[in-house]
T-cell receptor, first 113, second 111 residues
């Protein structure tokens, strides 16, 4: 059973489009995250939710909007896609509390043409 | 400003050798220092982690050395194997799981 799953695995789209990436975890964790990994492999946190509540919102354009319908799901919606949004997006989850282990999903490779 | 600085960017080691990756941080509030391993096409996976109250942690062939006064920590992979070839990330966190990652080290272990 996959602990943290993401769909789709690959996403190719045109500039200006709106797209969503879905994430689900079956670990019973309270906290979920979105990370962006750029072409140089640099991994940067974008958002963090704890029990459906936003707790970390880094300096991310407001074209990016996370949505957590329940604590097992954290989706990422991106409006008006730009070339610079091309990256691999990782969802992760952790039990919560201080400095806990994060479990990452397999990633979604987004290519904006 | 990058909170965690990692070096080297890439590393080539012969099979059986020791791989050493270094990280440095500035923020003394960090209280958890994990290392993640990432294979191509996969998400990062926790390899080993340490808290600042110990100077060393060993799990199998993997050892973290931690120097609190120097604000540095390193990963040592003993008897490196081709299957260890991957990208390794150090990270540091505090305050409700906000993690800062290093820039990654691509390790290539030659057979």
């Amino acid at each position: 059973d996959t602990a943290v799953s993401q769909t789709p695995k690959y996403l190719v789209t045109q500039m200006g489009n709106d797209k969503s990436i879905k994430c689900e975890q079956n670990l019973g964790h309270d906290t979920m995250y979105w990370y962006k990994q750029d072409s140089k492999k640099f991994l940067k946190i974008m958002f963090s939710y704890n029990n459906k509540e936003l707790i970390i919102n880094e300096t991310v354009p407001n074209r990016f909007s996370p949505k957590s319908p329940d604590k097992a799901h954290l989706n990422l919606h991106i409006n008006s896609l730009e070339l610079g949004d091309s990256a691999v997006y990782f969802c992760a989850s952790s039990q919560g509390g201080r400095s806990d282990t994060q479990y990452f999903g397999p990633g979604t490779r987004l290519t904006v043409l | 400003q990058q909170q965690v600085k990692q070096s080297p960017q890439s590393l080539i080691v012969q099979k059986g050798g020791i791989s050493i990756i270094n990280c440095a941080y500035e923020n003394t509030a960090f209280d958890y220092f994990p290392w993640y391993q990432q294979f191509p096409g996969k998400g990062p996976a926790l390899l080993i982690a340490i808290r600042p109250d110990v100077s060393e942690k060993k799990e199998g062939r993997f050892t973290i050395s931690f120097n609190k006064s120097a604000k540095q920590f390193s990963l040592h992979i003993m008897d490196s194997q081709p299957g260890d070839s991957a990208t390794y990330f150090c990270a540091a966190s505090y305050n409700f799981n906000k993690f800062y990652f290093g820039s990654g080290t691509k390790l290539n272990v030659k057979p």
